[in-house]
DNA sequence: GTGCACTTCTACAACGATGTAGAGTGTAGG
DNA sequence: CCTACACTCTACATCGTTGTAGAAGTGCAC
């Protein structure tokens, strides 16, 4: 029923080859050829089908993105700039959201997953430094994040310590001392929590301030709420604080919230910076300093690697670092109603890991 | 070089067609050959071209979904719950962003963007009433959001006028009678804006309070930057005001940052609530109260009209509307810290569109 | 022993596009 | 006038799967 090159083929006069390369933009054709092509599939409506496209030339066109779920500012942000990275360049995007659970993770790499697509962009939660080899996958993979170092894959990484030591030193350099942590994971060495909370104790450190546990609380996953409870308890413990590095906004919210509820001043009585910059904390009440880590650029160079291990040659993988940058909001005194100021972070760097990928069959 | 059902039907020893009635789970396989099957598929780690299937049979298993940005928490939270829902019956999804532009919103209806998947869910922002003639698509599609009525297509709508009214009722019912409205879109008659503003027209009317003008505060793109404006605004212009309506969540984010910054007290002074009942109004500071407008039932509704659409027969199109309901949070009164209360929302009526759908090419 | 229904499996064509190879022009250069 | 080459177009095989039709085998009732 549906129009087909053939029927187009037909009423032009001319042969299927000819209509696709009209629609593929081959130079060689006539004018008149190419006009008379074009008008039939004006009037007949035709539209390519893609199955048929993507089966003859081996290439779908689409990646997919799987991350925890959209729900959460960041990685709805993240998928945004992903979305039109992809774009840019003439790709379309699935999402598939694994809930950070890690028998839907596992799935990715199995690739049991209905497995369509031209390559993966993957954000795991769950998975650890034990699941190492299951990211040995015969097709096209970028991981995104901080729980997997020296997976056999392009890795494209946050600037997660020189990001958290600027910020605390951000903090320290107002002034502040007792700086207690929101969000950190006991006897976790992988990871944002534990890559985050060294570039912490590097600050102290370098600002001859101890470290002093009791101002470490855990959070187990990232919400909103976990940074509410993390606060509460923190000042319930009666240790004195002035001031608070949240791991993440989504925690850094939910510390402001519970800050609020006892009635404490910001930045007054405690200061308060947070990571990823999302745009909700421009927002809250009041705005709050963050830690940017360069989420347009992380998505650009994602993408970019992927579409280039799905069109290139084999090469060996390679881990990138965008800039970060601390931005001042009310919450640390930077700045008064929707004022920022901003600072850079000293520069990650860009690695080549010294693997080289398996032949993608 | 990728492994075929060729491949694995030689190494089992049995025909294409029996490797392709092992994966789809024909019943008829005698239990030795299944195994035999499934074990060449291990071996030889083969795995289902999906494009030569989808050339095949007709049809992708994936739906498109367009919706203006990702970066606006409604949608992203609207995306998540596509996902869900299109996930429990086995399709995927693919996520476009229009950015709200009218260009762009048109090429969906044109389908000249990638057409890829087997329908479309779309949710338009610049569109309106005169481009009704471009929604008589060939391609099945399901329409979200209050911009176009009447489109020959199936659509869910939320139930903004009586959301609307039962948020304005609830803020009379605790006494407020200055009520202003941030969000409003002068001479419009169609989209969320006139509707909800209807909504709150029709709750003073119910409670004998005159309509006042001056309390009604336009804003075009619903954002919490302007939400945040045009708050300030209202409040510069020196009329009394006791209560917000903000026409969606975003624009009450903005309003409390415009209150805060000049210390004015919620509930105290000026009593707050939304639309939409994103997640961020819930750690808020105070907790702004909303509408919840049934985010999860309007997506899993739209995935099966949409899936029916794909699968089924033709019949009339539909328009249906969630129940949706009053959440009541410290932003209004209703509760303390986390606290909520929840009133539930005259429901909205479900009914058939009286016009046929286009035979379905 | 025959007929019939059910089970198990196979051969072949078809889905709708593109890659390859090459045929038929036209034009410039020797 | 012939050769070389670029331009324009076509015929045909092919990508990897599933639908259709039917063959072969099995079991059971009569």
Chains 1, 2 share one sequence.
Do not use: C
């Amino acid at each position: 029923m549906p129009v087909r090159m053939q029927d187009v083929a037909q009423r032009a006069g001319v042969s299927v080859k000819t209509v696709s390369n009209v629609v593929n933009g081959y130079p060689h054709i006539r004018d008149s050829t190419r006009r008379r092509v074009e008008e039939a599939i004006d009037q007949l409506g035709y539209r390519m089908n893609t199955s048929a496209r993507d089966l003859r030339t081996r290439r779908t066109g689409m990646i997919t993105l799987n991350v925890p779920e959209l729900s959460l500012p960041y990685f709805a942000e993240l998928a945004d700039s992903v979305i039109r990275a992809a774009d840019e360049r003439g790709w379309s995007v699935l999402i598939e959201q694994t809930g950070a659970e890690r028998e839907r993770e596992l799935e990715v790499l199995a690739g049991n997953r209905r497995h369509r697509g031209d390559g993966v962009l993957f954000s795991p939660l769950a998975l650890g430094p034990d699941d190492l080899d299951r990211f040995d996958v015969d097709f096209p993979l970028v991981v995104l994040g901080e729980r997997v170092f020296g997976a056999r894959a392009d890795h494209v990484t946050m600037n997660n310590v020189e990001g958290a030591r600027a910020a605390t030193a951000h903090l320290i350099a107002s002034g502040r001392r007792r700086i207690a942590v929101v969000g950190a994971h006991a006897g976790e060495v992988i990871g944002s929590a534990a890559l985050r909370l060294a570039g912490y104790e590097r600050a102290l450190a370098d600002a001859g301030i101890p470290f002093d546990p009791e101002l470490v609380g855990e959070a187990g996953l990232w919400h909103r709420s976990t940074g509410a409870e993390t606060m509460a308890r923190l000042l319930d413990s009666g240790t004195a604080i002035d001031a608070v590095f949240a791991l993440n906004d989504a925690m850094a919210l939910g510390a402001l919230h519970a800050l609020h509820e006892r009635r404490i001043d910001i930045p007054g009585d405690i200061a308060l910076i947070g990571f990823d910059d999302v745009d909700d904390v421009r927002y809250s009440v009041p705005p709050i300093s963050s830690v940017d880590p360069g989420r347009d650029e992380i998505a650009r160079t994602a993408v970019g690697l992927l579409v280039e291990r799905i069109t290139g040659s084999v090469a060996p993988f390679r881990r990138t670092v965008p800039d970060a940058r601390i931005v001042g909001r009310e919450s640390t005194g930077d700045a008064q109603g929707d004022g920022e100021t901003t600072v850079a972070v000293r520069p990650g760097r860009v690695e080549d890991i010294a693997v080289s990928p398996l032949a993608i069959a």
